[in-house]
């Protein structure tokens, strides 16, 4: 029997747990993905689960395919001389191939005191079950402050706000800069009629355990702060001696492989293609997670990998549990004045939302299944630091 091919997938978010699915299009490779923890965090539900109205997490036994080794343990190093994955347990894993799907994490800026110690963030699950289980403890009227006005800052704003709760958004700069102007009107107005204050062009200075500071000295009394301005990168492929861009997201080429070493391909919102990455977002992560895995076969097949040809046609927001926004875009992921919101959003957003754990769960069953919005590859005009 030939021997098999050691794959290593090192994150098991969107991206990664359909990449080892695909990769089970050959049936010559041992594919093992480590994450951290047991259970699938479906992030996009995370608003929901921290206002009490949806859960979060999946049993990895519903999403991964037979023969799939799941290793619960957290990577500390990737050892590109040896070959191997060094576990925070300790442990080592040999490979032939890697793939970085680590994600994103939240990120409050150590430069604002408080917002890391003091203010929560739903990046993760852990974090928001912190978050959830403060909220339950507080009286229904103690006011809460969203720190971010982009679609995270608003879903969550959003969900907590229907759910009869006092909610303040802080944007840095303007509510909702990624939808269409008619798209940020309907979001303010929603936001309006559910009580929800909205302070635009506004910087948090800092965190207090009851209140939040910002820039003009203003002090805003704020029992729970959720951080949900921005998003960082774990630092590992940093930390292992691998070129990063200055978020930490793995420096590749168009078939995002590592620009240090063929035998590491990254997917998700990890990867920085010719030091031009895609926006963070569920969308993407599985096309990218299956590019992944087309680029490993292609290497062990001996025939070139494919490039980059994911198209984004806009976003979704959801207002709660009966509304949402479904924006539309440019092939460039650039808004055009056009949405779709009211009960149909909401829809549109839930059906997006169910689809992105129902195309890992149609690979875990049927590799090679998944599709996705193509156009053409990128023109490669690489700014790499």
């Not at 029997?1 to 299009?25: E, F, Q, S």
Request: glycine letters at 12%; hydrophobic letters at 40%; proline letters at 5%.
């Amino acid at each position: 029997m030939p021997a098999l091919h050691k794959v290593v997938v090192i994150g098991g978010g969107y991206a990664g747990t359909l990449a080892a699915n695909h990769l089970r299009l050959r049936d010559d490779l041992a594919i093992t993905l480590v994450n951290a923890r047991p259970r699938f965090v479906d992030r996009i539900r995370l608003h929901q689960y921290v206002a009490g109205t949806g859960e979060a997490a999946i049993d990895y036994g519903t999403l991964l395919g037979d023969g799939i080794e799941l290793v619960v343990d957290g990577a500390a190093r990737i050892d590109t001389a040896a070959r191997e994955v060094r576990l925070e347990s300790g442990r080592a894993l040999g490979y032939d191939y890697v793939i970085y799907a680590v994600g994103s994490t939240g990120a409050p800026p150590p430069q604002v005191p408080g917002a890391s110690g003091l203010a929560f963030d739903i990046s993760a699950y852990e974090p928001a079950r912190r978050l959830r289980t403060r909220l339950a403890e507080l009286p229904h009227d103690a006011r809460i402050t969203v720190v971010g006005g982009g679609l995270t800052g608003i879903e969550t704003a959003a969900e907590l706000a229907e759910r009869g709760r006092a909610v303040t958004l802080v944007c840095g700069r303007t509510l909702a800069p990624y939808l269409s102007t008619g798209g940020r009107r309907y979001a303010a107005r929603w936001l309006a009629r559910h009580g929800v204050t909205v302070i635009e062009g506004a910087e948090v200075s800092a965190v207090t355990p009851d209140a939040v500071v910002l820039a003009d000295g203003t002090e805003r009394p704020s029992a729970v702060t959720i951080w949900a301005a921005g998003f960082g990168v774990p630092r590992l492929a940093a930390e292992s001696g691998l070129r990063t861009d200055g978020l930490g997201r793995l420096l590749t080429d168009e078939t995002l492989t590592s620009l240090d070493d063929d035998r590491i391909v990254a997917a998700g919102d990890c990867a920085a293609p010719s030091g031009r990455p895609l926006r963070m977002s569920c969308y993407a992560a599985g096309p990218l997670g299956a590019l992944a895995a087309r680029t490993i076969l292609s290497r062990i097949a001996g025939t070139e990998p494919e490039p980059i040809n994911v198209r984004f046609t806009g976003a979704c927001a959801s207002l709660g549990r009966h509304a949402g926004i479904r924006q539309l875009a440019r092939k460039d992921d650039t808004a055009v004045n056009v949405y779709v919101g009211g009960r149909a959003g909401a829809v549109i957003k839930e059906v997006t939302s169910a689809f992105a754990v129902s195309r890992i769960r149609g690979e875990a069953r049927r590799p090679g299944s998944v599709r996705w919005v193509k156009g053409r590859p990128r023109s490669v005009e690489p700014a790499l630091t």
